[in-house]
């Protein structure tokens, strides 16, 4: 059974930090590009961030780009989200996502985990 699994979410202040991370397991994702999304109440589920299969290629959310920073590691199955100087507008349920290329919609993921929240207090 392929699952993604995501953790290190929480409450933190604005200005402060967190690490994501998100385990794969029941297939290597070693080949796939891997990505985050985020979804807050009431809005569509958006964009975060993407990575090649070998981390060398990066893409941002305009909204992100400078404070967070997306890395794999092939050999443990898991890809990271190091989120810096968060803002009360990052709070949401943020996802992992694994699909066959980089890409910035939802459709062009195949596997999802179930989410983790973050809330970022102001």
């Known amino acids: 059974q392929v699952q993604l699994v995501e953790s290190g979410g929480g409450l933190v202040q604005a200005g402060g930090s967190l690490s994501l991370s998100c385990a794969a397991s029941g297939r290597t994702f070693s080949s796939d590009a891997m990505g985050w999304f985020r979804q807050a109440p009431g809005k569509e589920r958006e964009f975060v961030a993407t990575i090649n299969w070998n981390g060398g290629i990066t893409y941002y959310a305009a909204s992100v780009k400078g404070r967070f920073t997306i890395s794999r590691d092939n050999a443990k199955n898991t890809v990271y989200l190091r989120m810096n100087s968060l803002k009360p507008e990052d709070t949401a349920v943020y996802y992992c996502?694994?699909?066959?290329?980089?890409?910035?919609?939802?459709?062009?993921?195949?596997?999802w985990g179930q989410g983790t929240q973050v809330t970022v207090s102001s």
């Open positions: 996502a694994a699909g066959r290329a980089l890409g910035t919609r939802p459709y062009e993921y195949n596997y």
